[in-house]
């Protein structure tokens, strides 16, 4: 009951506040007209669009589609559906051409077929990377393994060096950055801003691409935990399909959920250990709230710290170098 209280918000009030204050931000101080809104079918994007078509209109509103070889076959359908249920223009920009001339493709096979020479995307391979998913059961620490696919559905997994991890993620990471360059142009023909559509687990723990999907204007969800999010996406009516989705990384052709990825652990349960660390209840209140272990429950607050500490070089600004000149 303490951490449903906690993590409830009144969508009614809360989706009225973020709206006058992108009206403000956006119309008095930024001197802009309205929002670009980078859209992949998700609950986030989907609620930053509902928002800033309630702050701007949906005549001020573009929702950009940016699909690329990779991405779910169901990214671009339920993106379509979504601009026109919020009666947005929308603009669908395929990235496969410019991420195939910057390399994105062949540097990331490269770094694979060091561990499985096999791999071929031509001949029906797919790829993830994962972390280990016993968090509460084990001390294991957050490694990447590399699972492969081959065209009849065969698995194989490899703990990722150091090397090609960092190879894979940066290839990768051009995904999120072209993105923010089309979402700029939009933007700037318009006069309008990037409305980012982070939230509070991918923001404070480092779920995003410095200048990628962290390149915005404004960031009107990201003091939200995601279970908050999908309060806030029933009231704005996010249809249903979007809704229900599980939360995907969209990033890797053979798919990973968000849980896989990165966060090892459900939202409904993070949020609610995050919250109980956050309003300083004792690890015992914590075990007794959601069920578990207070092994288990430092365990998730170890990880949820560390994530924190080891991201916190994608927060940073620009750091200037002093002039000597007092």
């Not at 990377?129 to 294991?140: G, M, R």
């Not at 990628?212 to 009231?235: M, R």
């Amino acid at each position: 009951m303490i951490m449903n209280q906690l993590l409830s918000i009144d969508p009614s009030i809360e989706a009225d506040r973020i709206i006058k204050q992108l009206q403000v931000i956006v119309h008095q101080n930024m001197h802009r007209y309205g929002a670009v809104v980078g859209i992949s079918g998700g609950i986030d994007s989907s609620v930053v669009l509902a928002l800033c078509v309630r702050a701007f209109g949906p005549d001020h509103v573009i929702a950009v589609m940016m699909p690329e070889k990779d991405s779910s076959p169901e990214t671009r359908h339920i993106s379509k559906m979504l601009a026109e249920h919020y009666q947005v223009a929308s603009v669908l920009e395929e990235i496969t051409p410019v991420l195939t001339a910057f390399g994105c493709y062949m540097h990331r096979d490269e770094a694979i077929q060091v561990l499985f020479p096999e791999y071929d995307p031509e001949a029906g391979y797919r790829c993830k990377i994962v972390l280990p998913p016993n968090l509460l059961n084990s001390d294991i620490l957050n490694f990447f393994s590399l699972t492969i696919t081959d065209s009849e559905g065969h698995e194989k997994s490899i703990r990722l060096p150091l090397k090609e991890y960092l190879k894979i993620v940066a290839s990768t990471n051009m995904k999120q950055r072209t993105r923010m360059v089309f979402l700029y142009y939009h933007a700037e023909i318009n006069n309008y801003v990037v409305a980012g559509t982070a939230n509070k687990d991918e923001h404070e723990l480092g779920f995003f691409v410095k200048y990628g999907d962290g390149g915005v204007d404004i960031a009107p969800i990201a003091h939200l935990y995601k279970t908050q999010v999908y309060q806030l996406g029933e009231y704005l009516e996010v249809p249903e399909i979007i809704r229900n989705r599980p939360p995907t990384t969209d990033t890797y052709s053979a798919g990973s959920t968000q849980q896989e990825f990165f966060y090892r652990l459900p939202f409904s349960l993070l949020d609610m250990l995050w919250c109980a660390q956050e309003n300083c209840l004792s690890i015992t209140e914590a075990a007794a709230l959601t069920g578990l272990t207070e092994i288990q429950v430092q365990r998730a607050w170890d990880d949820i710290l560390r994530k924190k500490r080891t991201t916190e070089y994608l927060r940073m600004q620009p750091i200037r170098i002093p002039s000597e000149i007092s």
